[in-house]
Each structure stands twice: as structure tokens, then as C-alpha cells.
């Protein structure tokens, strides 16, 4: 094959996978960083699919599997806050999104087999990571009219500083972040 004909081949693989086609292998990345979460967005038509992933710190403050009431209370709680998407990640109301589908998990991050893993998982009591993976789909009736996104998640979340973001449309794919200081993502163009 050619090497115009071979990069055309690949090209149209990439078009062909799925934007969350990798979300199975997606936690094999290593451990996460507290304060930085993830959140990945893809647009196609009037559908939004997001997925979030934060450190468990970054939400609830603790990582270890929630014994006390207080701590399960602290659980149950943010994945409420979690679960209501368009109030945490505010889209323009011109727009008019509406949250079809919302899955909030709160998991133990899972290690690469034979990974050294500074917690010691055998021992009881040792420390452990733990993340909140949400996904979410939302449709808008004017998708031209997303042009930005306003999140509400630092505040929120005393313990997040950063999230990563990742916008995948078909126009192509951006990153960039949002912070405490500038908690806003311009899309403009992405729709
Ligand atoms: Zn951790």
C-alpha cells in the first residue's frame, strides 16, 4: 500500500471509532492526581456526551471506601450534585439542552496488573484511590447556540482545582481547561 493510500486508511479509522470507544481502557492510564479531574466532551448533531472522572479527594475530600454515616452521607450527596449535569456544567439556555441520560459512580481506581502500587491493598485499613466516574448524554434543541459552557463544579467541589477537558466533534478535537480561576470553556465552533 502507498503512503498516501496507508495515511488515508488511518484517517478513516480514526473517523470510524466512536469518540468513547476507548472509555473500557480509559482508567489504565496510572494513577490520578489530586485536584485534576477529567471531563470529555463529544458532540455530534443536537447529542452531547460528557464523562467526568474525578479523584475521589477532589469531590469528598477522602478516598478510602465511606464507613461512617457522615462519609456515606458525603457520597450520596455529591453524586446528587453530580447527577444534576446541566446545573453543575451550565449550557447557554438559548441552546435548550435537556439531561437525557446521567450514571454517577463512585469507583476504586484500578491499577495496571503487575503496576506497583504505593497502597498497599491487602492490608486493611491502608489507603486507597478512589474516583467518581460520571457519563452523562444530553441533547439541545439549538446545538449552534452552544458556544461556551459555565461549571459551577469548583465551587461545588472544594477540593478540585483542574479539570482537563477534551471536545470532540466532527469539526475535530480541542483540550483545554477549566479552573477555579477561569471555570468556563469557549466552544465556540465546535457545534
Ligand atoms: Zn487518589
Not at 441520560?101 to 506497583?116: L, Q, S, Y
Amino acid at each position: 500500500m502507498s503512503k498516501v493510500l496507508s495515511g488515508l486508511a488511518s484517517m478513516a479509522m480514526l473517523i470510524a471509532v466512536p469518540a468513547f470507544a476507548d472509555q473500557a481502557d480509559h482508567r489504565q492510564l496510572g494513577p490520578h492526581v489530586h485536584g485534576q479531574g477529567t471531563l470529555d466532551i463529544a458532540i455530534e448533531g443536537n447529542k452531547i456526551e460528557m464523562e467526568l472522572v474525578s479523584p475521589g479527594m477532589d469531590i469528598v475530600g477522602f478516598e478510602h471506601i465511606a464507613s461512617t454515616d457522615e462519609q456515606k452521607a458525603a457520597v450520596e450527596k455529591a453524586k446528587a450534585k453530580l447527577a444534576d449535569v446541566l446545573a453543575v456544567f451550565k449550557l447557554p439556555a438559548a441552546a435548550n439542552c435537556k439531561a437525557e441520560t446521567a450514571n454517577v459512580e463512585n469507583r476504586k481506581e484500578t491499577h495496571k496488573p503487575g503496576e506497583k502500587d504505593d497502597d498497599d491493598d491487602d492490608k486493611p485499613g491502608a489507603p486507597q484511590h478512589s474516583e467518581f466516574h460520571a457519563t452523562y448524554t444530553i441533547t439541545c434543541e439549538a446545538p449552534e447556540r452552544v458556544t461556551g459552557l459555565e461549571t459551577v463544579y469548583f465551587s461545588n467541589f472544594a477540593g478540585a482545582q483542574l479539570l482537563n477537558v477534551n471536545v470532540t466533534s466532527p469539526k475535530g478535537q480541542t483540550q483545554a481547561q477549566m479552573t477555579r480561576d477561569k471555570p468556563t470553556l469557549d466552544l465556540t465552533g465546535a457545534m
